[in-house]
T-cell receptor
Framework: SQQGEEDPQALSIQEGENATMNCSYK?????LQWYRQNSGRGLVHLILIRSNEREKHSGRLRVTLDTSKKSSSLLITASRAADTASYFCATGGGSEKLVFGKGMKLTVNP | GAVVSQHPSWVICKSGTSVKIECRSL??????MFWYRQFPKQSLMLMATSNEGSKATYEQGVEKDKFLINHASLTLSTLTVTSAHPEDSSFYIC???????????????FGPGTRLTVT
């Protein structure tokens, strides 16, 4: 079963707008990661947030984690057409298996 | 650094034939590699965990005799789809963990994927 589930499944916005994607998970975690996948390509690691962190920033990305609600959000600010991709949250990693959410397709229109 | 390659990037084969997909860590050593498959517009599903020098650990529901995994060195793991059928058509992605990263790092590095089409 999928550990994380993103919502919404697809999001279409205009360039310059912010995009927020949410992810929920079911079991306790040590960390949660976000990945990007361009169409037909492999995954690119975006950011990792540990269970004892509440918020983390990386460039135009901001990730929050609420362990009490078992949820995380990824915010992309000032979106660009190049941000068009599918985004996945995942728990686990390293020598542990990664369990991916369903993914969310973001389209940024120029 | 931390580049993972896959070969081939795409392959078309006839039903009943076998196909081998290679996953290589180009600039680091990986004791553990993971194989995922992804159907169109769906998420990645882990198929198996491959450890160098030992047998792979398969996820529930994945046929080990159909999806043969060999991790013969610290930089190479192969996935062989035996007696392929159209339902095996999918996007196969590998990932690897950097052995020397040390500490509680959770990052895995992903290959670009291999698209398999079985006709």
């Amino acid at each position: 079963s999928q550990q994380g589930e993103e919502d919404p499944q697809a999001l279409s916005i205009q360039e310059g707008e912010n995009a927020t994607m949410n992810c929920s998970y079911k079991t306790s975690i040590n960390n949660l990661q976000w990945y990007r996948q361009n169409s037909g390509r492999g995954l690119v690691h975006l950011i990792l947030i540990r269970s004892n962190e509440r918020e983390k920033h990386s460039g135009r990305l901001r990730v929050t984690l609420d362990t009490s609600k078992k949820s995380s959000s990824l915010l992309i600010t000032a979106s660009r057409a190049a941000d068009t991709a599918s985004y996945f949250c995942a728990t686990g990693g390293g020598s542990e298996k990664l369990v991916f959410g369903k993914g969310m397709k973001l389209t940024v229109n120029p | 650094g931390a580049v993972v390659s896959q070969h081939p990037s795409w392959v078309i084969c006839k039903s009943g034939t076998s196909v081998k997909i290679e996953c290589r860590s180009l600039d680091f050593q990986a004791t553990t590699m993971f194989w995922y498959r992804q159907f169109p517009k769906q998420s990645l599903m882990l198929m198996a965990t491959s450890n160098e020098g030992s047998k792979a650990t398969y996820e529930q529901g994945v046929e080990k005799d159909k999806f043969l995994i060999n991790h013969a060195s610290l930089t190479l793991s192969t996935l062989t789809v035996t007696s392929a059928h159209p339902e095996d058509s999918s996007f196969y992605i590998c990932s690897a963990r950097d052995l020397l990263a040390g500490g509680p790092t959770y990052e895995q590095y992903f290959g670009p994927g291999t698209r398999l089409t079985v006709t």
